[in-house]
C-alpha cells in the first residue's frame, strides 16, 4: 500500500488492524469489569473504583495503540512531526482543558472530594455523582445536575459536609409568650428533640435558653443527626417542630407572635377656636 523509508504497509496489514483493535477492545472491557466487580466485593469505595477504571482504560489504550504500530511496522519516529504540532496546539489553545485534565486527575488522587459527598458551591448543594476528566458531575437538591469544572473545585472554596464523617448539626428555634414556665419549655423541647429516631445520643441534644425577644422568650435546640443531603436535615427539622407544636399544645404554653402594646395618655386635651 505505502512505505516508510525501507518499511512497507501491505493491505493484509492494514485489513488486520480493525480486527485487532475490536478484539482488543472487548479485552479492555472485560479486565475492567472484572477489576470493577472484584473491588466492589471487597466494598472499596466508588471513587477508588473510578479512579482504578480510568486507570486500566488509559494503560489498555495506550498497550493496543503500540501493538498497532508494531503490526504496522512503523517507527515510532514517524509520529514525532505529529506529536510535536500537536503539543503545540495544546499549549495555545487548550490550557484549560490540560487545567481541567490535571485538577481532575489531583482530585480522584487525593481524594478531598469523592463520589457520595454532599457539597456547597456557592448558592449550590449537591452530591457528587461523578469526577469526569473534564469536569464534576453534581446533583442539587432540587434534582438538577450541575456540571462544575475540575479546577474551579481547587481553586474555589467547597464546603464537603462529608469530608470526614456524616455528622451534621440540626438548630430548630422557638419562641414562647412571656410568662410562661421556661424550665418546663426546655424539657419539653428535648423532649421533642429526642423522640425524633434520627436524633443522635451522642454528641447529646442541648436546648438553650437564647434571649428575652422583643415578643416572646428564645429558645434554641441543637442536635446531632446522619444526614447526607439538605432536604434529609429540613425534614428532621420539620418533624422537630410538629412534635414541639403539639407538646406545648398539651400543656397550654403559647407559641409567641409579634405584637405591640400602644400606651395613650389621657391628660391631653384637644382645644379648638371658632372665628366668626
Not at 477508588?48 to 486507570?55: A, P, T, Y
Request: proline share 3%; hydrophobic share 50%.
Amino acid at each position: 500500500m505505502f512505505s516508510y523509508g525501507e518499511d512497507s504497509v501491505t493491505a493484509g496489514q492494514l485489513l488486520l488492524v480493525p480486527s485487532v483493535l475490536f478484539v482488543g477492545w472487548l479485552v479492555i472491557r472485560l479486565i475492567v469489569r472484572f477489576t470493577v466487580r472484584r473491588m466492589e466485593a471487597n466494598e472499596v469505595s466508588a471513587d477508588v473504583i473510578h479512579l482504578v477504571r480510568r486507570i486500566v482504560y488509559i494503560v489498555g489504550l495506550a498497550m493496543l495503540a503500540l501493538t498497532v504500530i508494531d503490526l504496522l511496522s512503523l517507527p515510532l519516529t514517524a509520529f514525532a512531526f505529529v506529536s510535536g504540532a500537536v503539543a503545540i496546539g495544546v499549549g495555545f489553545g487548550a490550557q484549560n482543558i490540560i487545567n481541567n485534565f490535571i485538577s481532575g486527575w489531583i482530585l480522584m488522587w487525593e481524594r478531598p472530594i469523592r463520589i457520595g459527598d454532599f457539597l456547597e458551591i456557592g448558592d449550590a448543594k449537591g452530591t457528587v455523582e461523578a469526577i469526569n476528566t473534564r469536569s464534576t458531575r453534581i446533583r442539587r437538591v432540587d434534582g438538577v445536575h450541575m456540571l462544575i469544572p475540575n479546577s474551579a473545585l481547587l481553586e474555589n472554596t467547597v464546603v464537603n459536609w462529608t469530608l470526614v464523617d456524616r455528622l451534621a448539626r440540626c438548630n430548630v428555634r422557638v419562641g414562647v409568650a412571656y410568662g410562661s414556665p421556661a424550665r418546663q419549655v426546655q424539657a419539653l423541647f428535648l423532649q421533642a428533640v429526642q423522640e425524633q429516631p434520627e436524633t443522635l445520643e451522642e454528641p447529646s441534644p442541648t436546648v438553650i435558653f437564647e434571649d428575652f425577644g422583643d415578643s416572646a422568650l428564645i429558645f434554641d435546640a441543637y442536635f446531632w443527626v446522619l444526614a447526607t443531603v439538605d432536604r434529609d436535615l429540613r425534614k428532621i427539622r420539620s418533624n422537630t417542630r410538629f412534635r414541639l407544636e403539639e407538646l406545648l399544645t398539651e400543656h397550654g404554653i403559647t407559641i409567641a407572635f409579634p405584637q405591640r402594646d400602644v400606651h395613650l395618655d389621657g391628660s391631653l386635651t384637644i382645644t379648638s377656636a371658632r372665628h366668626d
